[in-house]
């Protein structure tokens, strides 16, 4: 469970400030939002190894993140 902590955080973090930056209307983004993309996929990924309800419901919520970033990079 270490790396899906380890993951879990680091994902919240990246998404965390990709929210706060969006919220400024700043343009140059494409590149965090790339990376979302990739650590939410990533958590997604180790969360759905998990029988923990909280690890489902995590990895949705990144595939979830990962599309809307699919979507903005459209």
């Avoid at 965090?32 to 180790?46: H, M, N, Q, R, S």
């Avoid at 419901?57 to 990144?62: N, R, T």
Wanted: glycine share 2%; aromatic share 4%.
């Amino acid at each position: 469970m270490n790396n899906c902590i380890r993951i879990d955080r680091v994902c919240a973090e990246v998404c965390s400030s990709l929210a706060q930056i969006l919220a400024t209307s700043y343009t140059d983004v494409q590149g965090l939002v790339d990376y979302c993309k990739t650590i939410c996929e990533a958590c997604a990924d180790e969360c759905s190894r998990h029988d923990h309800q909280h690890c489902k419901e995590c990895a949705k919520a990144c595939r979830e993140c990962a599309l809307a970033c699919d979507e903005f990079s459209k």
